[in-house]
């Protein structure tokens, strides 16, 4: 089995984010993960400064909806940073929809009461994956705390940690490339998945705006960080087909997909006995 380093796993909403973490799960034991994976970015974070040192030692796959910076919480050991981008537009409208179903959220309320653009506008959800990707003051458990500013000098920071920090990225909409090149940086093995959480589960619920040119650039405008970080990302996600290599990519995405179909079905039927304690127990003891 291939060595791996600790997965630190960005998920920013309404990226593909949930069946992303259960293709991760699969690559790391139950009893070394970490899953954060509540909308609530401050509590997560109290959760891993709440553990001691010894503890989070222990884990090799933090999983949540978690800001860059977590790593100064494990001085010890390989971090991987890894996340998924969506076209923040896309984004934008997949999350005021979902957001829309779930009485629960803590942004509920607010988007009951607001159209597609006014949504956009509010400050609680501006330049979200920027935040996520500029990430926290501080280098210390003590000191780390969770920047709320989304200007100039956030995107910077943002476009550096991702350039600097970040063993791989990958785009919601070319999910299946973006998941081969993340397999060997990684570690991974087993990537075969089928989707879980997609907006077709919620779209029926919610009747949809028009989407006229003219709201599509109403919502660009609206987020000018998140869709100059998407431009800049671009151009490291390029970067990494090149590393991979284009012709390669292109065969082993198609052998991928090809088998994917194949499996999918299958892993949709069984989805509820690989959650039994029966099933972890088998893997445990097959050291699967």
């Not at 909308?39 to 884990?59: P, T």
């Not at 999910?175 to 060997?184: E, I, Q, T």
């Not at 093995?189 to 709201?215: G, Q, V």
Request: glycine share 4%.
């Amino acid at each position: 089995m291939t060595s791996k380093p600790r997965l630190l796993y960005m998920h920013i909403p309404k990226t593909g984010g949930s069946t992303l973490r259960v293709i991760a799960e699969r690559q790391y034991p139950r009893s070394n993960r970490l899953n954060i994976n509540q909308d609530a970015l401050e509590e997560n974070l109290k959760i891993l400064q709440d553990m001691s040192q010894v503890q989070r030692d222990k884990i090799n796959c933090v999983i949540g909806h978690l800001y860059f910076g977590i790593h100064h919480l494990f001085p010890n050991g390989e971090n991987a940073y890894m996340t998924m981008l969506r076209h923040p537009v896309k984004r934008m409208i997949s999350n005021y929809y979902f957001t829309r179903t779930k009485p629960f959220h803590r942004h509920y309320d607010m988007a009951r009461n607001r159209s597609l653009l006014e949504y956009s506008e509010h400050p609680g959800v501006q330049s979200l994956a920027t935040r996520y990707i500029a990430g926290l003051t501080g280098t210390t458990p003590e000191t780390l705390k969770i920047i709320n500013i989304a200007d100039e000098a956030t995107l910077e920071k943002a476009k550096a940690n991702l350039r600097d920090h970040y063993k791989v990225i990958g785009f919601t909409e070319e999910f299946d490339a973006s998941l081969l090149m993340m397999k060997k940086p990684l570690g991974w093995e087993n990537i075969y998945y089928y989707a879980l959480n997609t907006s077709d589960n919620f779209r029926k619920k919610e009747p949809r705006e028009k989407m006229t040119p003219e709201l599509i650039e109403a919502l660009e405008a609206a987020c000018p960080l998140d869709m100059a970080l998407h431009r800049y990302a671009l151009e490291l996600y390029e970067a990494q087909k090149d590393a991979y290599g284009r012709d390669k990519l292109a065969a082993d995405l198609a052998i991928f997909q090809r088998m994917n179909q194949r499996i999918s079905p299958f892993l949709a039927l069984t989805r509820r006995l690989r959650k039994t304690r029966l099933y972890r127990g088998i893997r445990q003891r097959l050291k699967l």
